[in-house]
């Protein structure tokens, strides 16, 4: 299957550089005159670079990850997570990506220690294999929120995913934001009371 290739272009740009204007029809009715100077000539739109999408996509990414982080940890004292916002965009698609917000490790279910880290992503997909991080990203605009277990890799300062927590290493995704912070917030609850009040919300 031959893959898509995007143009972008300024749409903010051109659309300073094209103030709307009164109909041309209008005008004639009201005036009598024709206005020979509007032109509408494509040319006028300035295309982007892959890289300069990938720039904007990865600043608005990281304004959100800063946002989400600010909100969980404004919510109680004693829950406290490290800020780690970086993002990554995807190759074909510059201005699809994703934004790593913060790590830490809590205990669950069965597993008595999981290291995990905690993305948004400004698409929606299903957490992929080995090769590849995502799969089956969708065409629909939409914004994701997701948490996988983490482990070390022989390569330093590498991560790759824990799959043996849950079969797959996905400890949520949910595309509801309110239900992300929650989740985050339940892994991060010390006592059993916070995270009764968690619940609760």
């Known amino acids: 299957m031959q893959q898509t290739k995007f143009r972008y272009y300024d749409a ?7 103030p709307p204007r009164s109909a041309v029809h209008t005008e004639f009715l009201r005036t009598g005159r024709i206005d020979r100077s509007i032109a509408w000539s494509p040319s006028e739109k300035r295309y982007l670079s892959y890289q300069e ?29 490290p800020k780690l916002v970086f993002h990554r965009t995807l ?38 294999d080995e090769d590849q991080f ?11 929120y997701f948490a ?19 079969g797959n290493g996905v400890i949520f995704r949910t595309d509801d934001p309110k239900l992300a912070m929650k ?3 339940m ?7 916070l995270r009764k009040v968690i619940e609760a919300l």
Request: glycine share 8%; hydrophobic share 40%.
């Open 12 to 18: 903010v740009a051109f659309k300073r550089a094209n």
């Open 53 to 81: 999408v990938a720039e904007r996509t990865g600043r608005k990414l990281e304004r959100a990850g800063d946002i989400t982080h600010e909100r969980i940890n404004g919510f109680h004292r004693s829950i406290r997570f």
């Open 91 to 128: 190759a074909g698609t510059p201005h699809l990506g994703y934004c790593h917000i913060t790590v830490a490790n809590s205990r669950f279910a069965e597993f008595e220690n999981v290291q995990w880290a905690f993305y948004m992503a400004n698409f929606l997909a299903e957490i992929g």
């Open 134 to 144: 995502f799969a089956g990203i969708s065409r629909k605009p939409g914004r994701m």
């Open 148 to 166: 996988v277990a983490i482990a070390p890799t022989e390569e330093e300062g590498r991560l790759t995913i824990d799959r043996t927590v849950r």
């Open 183 to 185: 989740n985050v917030l």
């Open 187 to 193: 892994l991060g609850a010390r006592d059993e009371a």
